[in-house]
């Protein structure tokens, strides 16, 4: 398992992200969130170790040939 660096800043409703691949935001409340950042834009949902994560718009994992 590897190290990562993350570093985010609070602002009640909205969240700054910091990450070795940039600058992130995301909004939302306790259980829902909204995310956009250079990897795109994702929706994440759930509580108590049962998660639900969506990218509505982003780069593909897949890789190209």
């Known amino acids: 398992m590897g190290f990562y660096f ?3 800043i609070n602002l ?3 969240r700054i992200n910091f990450s ?3 600058i992130g ?3 939302g409340v ?3 969130r909204v995310s ?3 990897k795109g834009t994702t ?3 759930g509580r108590n170790g049962l998660y639900y994560s ?3 718009k982003g780069k593909s994992k897949t890789k190209k040939k």
Do not use: D, Y
């Open 54 to 56: 969506k990218t509505l």
């Open 25 to 27: 935001i995301s909004f």
């Open 43 to 45: 929706l994440n949902a």
């Open 6 to 8: 993350r570093k985010s």
């Open 20 to 22: 070795k691949s940039g």
């Open 30 to 32: 306790k259980g829902c």
């Open 36 to 38: 956009m950042g250079p």
């Open 12 to 14: 009640g409703l909205f």
